[in-house]
């Protein structure tokens, strides 16, 4: 059993930066891909970025070259570095945990969530 807590979203303005954090509770972290997912009001979930357990990173079209996710393993903790907000980025962002698989950009691939974390981008 793995619980996730997502931290860090706000309110900040376009162009602007956050850093949201998930840390991960267990001893087998570093065995788990990880991804962010989003949901904004309306719209569907949709896959933002994962890292897996060896550290190859996937991103959406959509965010590439403006958010970078990482990973702390001594921490449990997995980082998205969000850079050059833009008011489409407004939803809530979710982590997750996958132990097995390779299909990161979809979200039935991971077998653990976090509660959310909202991020609003003001024009």
């Known amino acids: 059993q793995v619980q996730l807590v997502d931290s860090g979203g706000g309110l900040v303005q376009a162009g602007g930066s956050l850093r949201l954090s998930c840390a991960a509770s267990?001893?087998?972290?570093?065995?788990?891909?990880m991804g962010w997912f989003r949901q904004a009001p309306g719209k569907e979930r949709e896959f933002v970025a994962a890292i897996s357990w060896l550290a190859s990173t996937y991103y959406a079209d959509s965010v590439k070259g403006r958010f970078t996710i990482s990973r702390d393993n001594a921490k449990n903790t997995v980082y998205l570095q969000m850079n050059s907000l833009k008011p489409a980025d407004t939803a809530v962002y979710y982590c997750?945990?996958?132990?097995?698989?390779?299909?990161?950009?979809?979200?039935?691939?991971?077998?653990?969530w976090g509660q959310g974390t909202q991020v609003t981008v003001s024009s």
């Open positions: 997750a945990a996958a132990s097995r698989g390779t299909g990161w950009t979809n979200g039935q691939t991971y077998d653990y």
């Open positions: 267990g001893r087998t972290f570093s065995s788990y891909a």
